[in-house]
């Protein structure tokens, strides 16, 4: 084996450990959500969690995404992106209708029904790519920028189409999409990752000591800055802030994930299953009422030890058995038609 297929293999290893840390921290901040207005502790957890958990997983996004960005394969994953989120934006919302009732929710497919919005923004991400393909990489990541810092100021509400979301996290495809793994491991040594995970603790620490006022929406990515209570002409530079807090936060959380292979890689292969799926589990978890009887330092911890273990659980291969024609649909029908309507076309 060469070593650039060495460094690739590392490469693969480390992302999808990452991966699957940060679905952990999905479902984890999912789950705790119904306690943060009533209980510090998890009001800390679930704003340090956010300063990392999207960018980061937008950033593993773009590095997986270059190996399937342009060609047939490009197509097919934009397919099948198109049927994951016909199918679950469809049960969500019937289910929503019939059973859930969360608030402010618009029963549209225009308007991605709360965690879908990843899926309506990979799509515009591999879209966008691809129309910056002919441009330098500093070009993309200054377009990138300027994009989320430029969609703050538009008068509507973000969530429709998640173009709010889709340029607010564009810089961190475009990071990952570009992401060198041989020179991260390179500067990234045993002392450098020891000293990032200290550093990563140590936001948490300040976050809980200085962020009990600080406005979560800036982390969601979702709003405007309008609708954020920001009016001001430069507004854009609290954007910025963030960009700045969140690409530090990263980094330092980054010292947490190992290199080496494990059971957690191979659960990174499918937390696709995790992603979609989990929003069930919360979801019934929250109209079951059992946030009412969760109130001390022991149901906190039995919250967190469930999310964790569903996360285990629904990154198992014989979920993937069982589910995979509805999370991950064949496409292939759709693929043949196109290529069939296409050799008739005179």
């Not at 790519?129 to 500093?138: D, P, Q, T, V, Y």
């Not at 377009?143 to 429709?160: E, M, N, P, S, T």
């Not at 600080?214 to 960009?243: D, K, N």
């Not at 079951?288 to 969760?294: E, F, K, N």
Request: with cysteine.
């Amino acid at each position: 084996m060469t070593r650039e297929n060495t460094l690739e293999t590392r490469g693969e290893t480390f992302f999808l450990n990452l991966r699957f840390m940060l679905i952990v921290t999905v479902f984890v901040g999912n789950a705790i959500e119904p306690l943060i207005s009533r209980m510090d502790g998890m009001h800390s957890l679930y704003l340090w969690i956010f300063s990392f958990h999207m960018p980061l997983f937008v950033l593993v996004t773009g590095y997986f995404a270059r190996k399937s960005l342009t060609g047939s394969a490009g197509r097919k994953v934009l397919l099948q992106i198109a049927m994951q989120y016909l199918i679950f934006q469809s049960l969500y919302s019937a289910l929503d209708v019939s059973l859930f009732h969360v608030s402010n929710i618009h029963h549209s497919f225009f308007a991605p029904y709360l965690l879908l919005w990843f899926l309506a923004s990979h799509a515009c991400w591999r879209l966008l790519m691809l129309g910056m393909g002919k441009w330098s990489r500093a070009a993309q990541i200054t377009f990138a920028v300027a994009a989320g810092v430029a969609v703050g100021y538009l008068q509507l509400d973000g969530v429709w189409f998640s173009i709010s979301r889709t340029f607010v996290y564009l810089p961190f495809f475009v990071i990952g999409y570009h992401f060198s793994f041989s020179t991260f491991a390179k500067w990234v040594q045993k002392y450098v990752k020891i000293a990032a995970a200290a550093f990563s603790v140590l936001i948490f620490a300040l976050l809980a000591v200085l962020g009990s006022g600080f406005p979560m929406g800036w982390l969601y990515g979702s709003m405007t800055y309008m609708q954020l209570g920001a009016g001001e002409w430069y507004a854009g530079l609290y954007r910025l802030a963030v960009y700045a807090l969140q690409i530090t936060a990263s980094l330092a959380f980054l010292g947490w994930v190992p290199y080496q292979v494990s059971r957690m890689t191979d659960w990174g292969r499918r937390t696709l299953y995790v992603f979609l799926l989990h929003g069930f589990i919360v979801r019934l978890a929250a109209i079951s009422g059992v946030y009412a009887y969760i109130g001390n330092a022991a149901g906190t911890a039995l919250l967190l030890l469930c999310a964790i273990l569903s996360t285990v659980l629904l990154a198992q291969p014989g979920v993937k058995r069982l589910l995979h024609p509805i999370v991950e649909p064949s496409v292939d029908w759709m693929i043949t038609l196109q290529r069939t309507a296409l050799r008739r076309t005179p």
